[in-house]
Structures are given as structure tokens and as C-alpha cells.
């Protein structure tokens, strides 16, 4: 069976830190390009980072760059989110997405996870 699941999510006051993880069985997750997506109530989702296959590409929006790191553990069929200098604008579940766009193509995607911050 594929699954991605997150984890470590949770309550956290301004300034706080969090790392999230994305753990995914039945499949090789260091072939897939991995995404941390949030959505806040009535709001759109929107991609937060992403890393590329190898591990050696990320890209992150705007709106967290420099307080948010995306890395991966293959070993561990994981990839993380350190997230840093949170702020009340983080708060959103955050979900993991993993992808091959090709023939075939690949596409899943986890529960998500609660971040709440509080100021």
C-alpha cells in the first residue's frame, strides 16, 4: 500500500520552531520530487518548497524563504520541513506531496499535518 504520512505538527508560539516529516511506504520516495504544501481556513493551498529528485534543488516561496528549510533522508524514505521564526501567517495544515511527471506519472499525496502559531 502507498502512503505519505506527516508528522509533527502541533501548537507553537511565535518565533517557535517546528520540523515536519513526510514518510512515505510502499515506494521509493527519493525518485519523486517532494513538495510541502499549507492551506489556512479559506484560503487556496499554495506550495511552501520543494526538492527535486536528487536532493540537490529546492525552491521555496517568497513568503518563507529564509526561515524554512526542505531537506531529505533516503535512507529513512523521509523528507523533512524545518520551519523557523514562525509566525501566526504559518498557521495552516501542511501536506506533502510527492510526484514523477512523465509516462507514467505519479502523484500522492499525504493527510496533513496542523500548524497552529500563537502570538
Known amino acids: 500500500q502507498v502512503t505519505l504520512v506527516e508528522s509533527g505538527g502541533g501548537l507553537v508560539q511565535s518565533g517557535g520552531s517546528l520540523r515536519l516529516s513526510c514518510a512515505a511506504s510502499?515506494?521509493?520516495?527519493?525518485?519523486?520530487?517532494v513538495s510541502w504544501y499549507r492551506q489556512a481556513p479559506g484560503k487556496a493551498r499554495e506550495s511552501v518548497a520543494t526538492?527535486?529528485?536528487?536532493?540537490?534543488?529546492?525552491n521555496y516561496a517568497d513568503s518563507v524563504k529564509g526561515r524554512f528549510t526542505i531537506s531529505r533522508d533516503n535512507a529513512k524514505n523521509t523528507v523533512y520541513l524545518q520551519m523557523n521564526s514562525l509566525n501566526t501567517d504559518d498557521t495552516a495544515k501542511y501536506f506533502c506531496?510527492?510526484?514523477?511527471?512523465?509516462?507514467?506519472?505519479?502523484?500522492?499525496w499525504g493527510q496533513g499535518t496542523q500548524v497552529t502559531v500563537s502570538s
Open positions: 526538492i527535486n529528485a536528487a536532493g540537490g534543488s529546492t
Open positions: 506531496n510527492a510526484r514523477i511527471i512523465g509516462s507514467p506519472a505519479y502523484n500522492y
Open positions: 510502499g515506494f521509493t520516495l527519493s525518485v519523486y520530487a
